[in-house]
């Protein structure tokens, strides 16, 4: 039921008033009694009191109320009674609570203006059909207390509680406004303990109504169980700071303004309807929000659809172009099997992958088509999907697909009959090697045995029959060859046991080398005595180096400075990477010597005395590192303290650092140690001597066999090249490894393709030979994809990774490059040159590449090995 309240009428408004004039009127006009004179003057001056204090309740009210409202167009009024005579303030607040506009006020402050100012916010006033009686314009004008208030309260009447309804179940009953406020209020706080609201007066002393209104609507606000009815001043002041703070309704009372024996009605109507108006508000945006997201489903169920067309005509298609690009992928599996199983997953995919996908698509159809369907229903615009997810763009893509399938079919079974071919001609290799292999191992077996015989005779027919069984196999060889001719093709098809079959063709060719090293060495037993002094030879050559070694090694110098230090921290790797470089090559030494222990021929303690003095030399070496890292964290620690990089300044020391001496360790503290004006380092006096010691002198290292006048080493063979660098910080266009003939000749390295091409001069696409001027090369020991790979870089910037066949191999090309570096080349700034010096040199004077020859005659390029034992050419 809606009850519908009315105005409050205006007569009772006059009627309070009138009833107050009446009463003093009554009281001036009778004549006392002597008797009660007393008695009428207590109540006399009672009624004045309370009437003081209700106008004055109503006057601090009303003008709150007041700025609250003129606060939107930043007007405000101090005092209700004085700022209202103008007529200014008061048509800016009709304007505001009406939202129409007045006519302008009239300018001027004499009595006559303001009371055309007044006069056309009372016109306004009963335009809007509010009854003024016995009110004109001269009493605000004139400042009538009274009057000020009754306006300000029929105004509150008309803009604030006029539209105040309430709807209730049992009736549609008209009411009042004041009792449809009331009726509301009652509805709020129904069933909170200690609330009963029956007037707009007594029932609102204790707080608790206000609070309970609050926390109907906001119960995050308010904790309304913890609110006592005995605490009444601090329940209104929760309540008010409440209201004003979280919900921005102004503060029109005060807890003391309510908390008396008769509060003000007017007061409590004007701020309680404030509080009915806000929440009022809220409550119709929710049923307004209601209302629109209502319209909106039909809209969102339509949007919800597109998506999910969209959504799933995205996934369709990208895995339509994810299985293209798979089927469109040739890298297809190396073997047999593999390629098998390759087309068995094409089947597959065909028969259990692919059909779910042509279902969705036309799922998709059938959904744009409802899509559409509804839109056109609801009179909306009707979706089209956008250029790429129509229903032709998918159709197209499907095509694309089946094309592709078609394709990786073709090439799936072009693979699988290749990898047959192949399959039999690994059969046809397997064959070959097994028959090479047995024969080679019969022949290793007769070459092995030692019968010389024990007289000339004896000895001269066993040469002429190791003569002969050299002749039948070296005409063995083109049986070898076809093996290897076989396994070449394989390799060219990339066949997938290709490991297997080079492993087993290198190990035919090993049993083959090592059938003609057995003959050669069968023939070398002759002359072991010529060996053994090689051996002899050899061991006093590196205890001399090591001699040599050791003695640089047991030097004091610790650096004068920090770049002292470093240089020598740099010379020092240096010659811990030649100790490292020489362990391999005592151990072949030892291992040479081990069988020749005899007392006839030398002790086995000598043997053992190379590796002792070997173990010797790199404790020595550990532990000048050790006293040169001291050193070096020394003085950066100064350096970075104190801002120097060194101490001593022509032999004396700088004052401030001299407590630093007794925290270095024992062997570090004659850097800091005060020195004389004469005193000399190591390296001699001065700072100078520092400095001359970062050079590498000839003696650091192993010397040259040859001299300092001998020929670079001429060194040929094949190598697996690859070009990093074209220049300074340029890499190469084509990175890819390939197989070279290399040619080292007088200080210049040249490619060719074969040992043919190198003959004939012949260069590898035309590439002209390069020159080591300035190079170095070192083992590539960052780059881990390949083994026994070394680098080159050039004093141009190009830079060339090779790998050799096995680290002998590798060492021998880095000792030949590095012997042909001319001299004096290679100082460029930020690379340590590596030169002769720095490395072991060539076995013997006169050792140079070792050959073979093929079966066509031609000699082909050998690696060299690392022994101490020369072989007979």
Request: hydrophobic content about 35%; overall charge neutral; proline content about 3%.
């Amino acid at each position: 039921i809606t009850i519908s309240p009315t105005d409050f009428d205006s007569l009772e408004i006059q009627q309070q008033y009138n009833d107050i004039n009446n009463r003093w009127d009554l009281a001036a006009e009778t004549d006392w009694d002597n008797e009660n004179s007393s008695a009428r003057l207590f109540e006399r001056s009672r009624i004045k009191a309370l009437a003081d204090e209700r106008e004055a309740v109503q006057k601090k009210t009303f003008t709150k109320w007041v700025n609250s409202h003129l606060g939107r167009v930043t007007c405000r009024i101090g005092d209700l009674y004085t700022d209202l005579r103008d007529g200014r303030m008061l048509i800016r607040l009709l304007e505001v609570l009406s939202g129409e506009q007045l006519p302008k006020p009239t300018k001027g402050r004499m009595r006559i203006h303001c009371l055309e100012n007044v006069d056309k916010a009372l016109q306004f006033l009963k335009e809007q059909k509010v009854h003024l009686e016995n009110m004109g314009s001269h009493d605000i004008v004139d400042g009538n207390h009274r009057l000020t208030l009754g306006l300000i309260w029929t105004i509150i009447l008309r803009f604030q509680i006029q539209d105040i309804s309430v709807e209730t179940e049992d009736n549609k009953e008209k009411k009042s406004a004041k009792d449809a406020l009331l009726l509301w209020c009652q509805m709020k706080t129904a069933g909170y303990p200690n609330v009963n609201i029956h007037n707009f007066t007594t029932s609102w002393r204790d707080g608790l109504a206000f609070n309970a209104i609050v926390h109907k609507h906001r119960p995050d606000l308010i904790e309304f169980d913890n609110l006592k009815r005995s605490n009444a001043h601090y329940n209104l002041q929760n309540a008010f700071n409440v209201a004003e703070k979280e919900m921005g309704l102004t503060k029109l009372l005060d807890p003391e303004d309510v908390n008396v024996d008769q509060p003000d009605e007017k007061s409590i109507i004007t701020y309680v309807a404030t509080y009915y108006h806000y929440f009022s508000k809220m409550k119709a945006l929710a049923v307004e929000g209601k209302r629109i997201g209502k319209v909106l489903d039909y809209a969102i169920e339509a949007d919800q659809l597109i998506d999910k067309y969209e959504t799933l005509a995205s996934e369709l298609l990208q895995w339509i172009e994810q299985t293209i690009v798979t089927l469109n992928d040739r890298q297809l599996a190396n073997s047999l099997s593999a390629v098998q199983n390759q087309l068995q997953a094409f089947n597959s995919y065909r028969t259990v992958e692919k059909p779910p996908k042509f279902t969705e698509k036309g799922n998709l159809e059938v959904l744009l088509f409802t899509i559409q369907s509804k839109m056109r229903a609801n009179n909306q615009k009707v979706y089209m999907p956008k250029e790429g997810k129509l229903i032709s763009d998918i159709n197209k893509a499907w095509e694309r697909l089946e094309k592709a399938e078609h394709e990786r079919e073709l090439a799936l079974r072009n693979e699988l009959i290749r990898q047959e071919k192949l399959e039999m001609l690994a059969a046809r290799f397997d064959r070959k090697a097994a028959m090479r292999e047995t024969w080679l191992s019969e022949n290793q077996r007769l070459v092995s045995q030692d019968n010389f015989g024990t007289d000339l005779g004896a000895v001269e027919a066993a040469t002429r029959k190791h003569e002969a069984i050299e002749t039948d196999i070296g005409a063995y060889w083109e049986r070898v060859a076809a093996v290897e001719a076989v396994a070449k093709e394989l390799e060219a098809e990339r066949y997938h046991d290709v490991r297997r079959i080079l492993a087993r063709r290198d190990n035919v060719l090993r049993l083959w080398e090592y059938l003609k090293e057995l003959l050669a060495a069968r023939r070398e037993r002759l002359n072991a005595h010529r060996d053994l002094q090689r051996l002899f030879q050899e061991m006093r050559y590196i205890m001399d180096w090591m001699a040599d070694e050791k003695g640089r090694l047991q030097s004091q110098d610790s650096g004068k400075h920090l770049h002292d230090v470093l240089d020598l921290l740099q010379k020092h790797n240096l010659v811990e990477a030649d100790i490292s470089a020489q362990a391999e090559r005592i151990k072949v030494v030892q291992g040479a010597a081990k069988p020749h222990c005899t007392p006839s021929l030398f002790e086995p303690e000598k043997v053992e005395l190379l590796g002792q003095a070997y173990e010797e030399l790199g404790q020595l070496a550990a532990t000048r590192r050790e006293r040169l890292e001291d050193s070096r964290r020394l003085w950066q620690f100064i350096k970075h303290y104190y801002g120097f990089s060194w101490l001593a300044v022509n032999g004396s020391i700088a004052s401030p650092f001299v407590p630093l001496f007794y925290f270095l360790p024992s062997h570090n503290r004659r850097l800091v140690e005060p020195q004389g004006s004469e005193s000399e380092s190591v390296n001699g006096a001065g700072r100078d001597s520092g400095l001359a010691s970062s050079r590498l002198e000839p003696s650091a290292t192993l010397p040259s066999r040859g001299g300092a006048d001998s020929e670079p080493e001429t060194m040929e063979g094949i190598l697996c090249r690859k070009q990093e660098m074209e220049s300074h910080n340029k890499k190469a266009a084509t990175r890819s490894w390939q197989n070279v003939y290399c040619v080292l000749r007088k200080g210049s390295l040249g490619f060719y393709k074969d040992s043919k091409s190198a003959t004939n001069g012949i260069p590898y696409h035309g590439e002209v030979p390069i020159s080591l001027d300035g190079s170095v090369c070192e083992v590539a020991n960052e780059y881990k994809k390949r083994k026994n790979v070394f680098k080159l870089r050039l004093s141009d910037g190009k830079e060339y990774l090779f790998q050799a066949k096995d680290e002998a191999e590798m060492s021998s090309w880095i000792q030949s490059i590095v012997s042909s570096i001319p001299t004096g080349s290679g100082d460029s700034p930020g690379a340590p040159r590596l030169s002769r010096a720095m490395t072991m040199p060539p076995i013997s004077p006169t050792s140079g590449a070792v050959t073979m020859r093929n079966k066509e005659g031609k000699e082909k390029d050998r690696e060299k090995r690392f022994s101490f034992f020369g072989k007979k050419k």
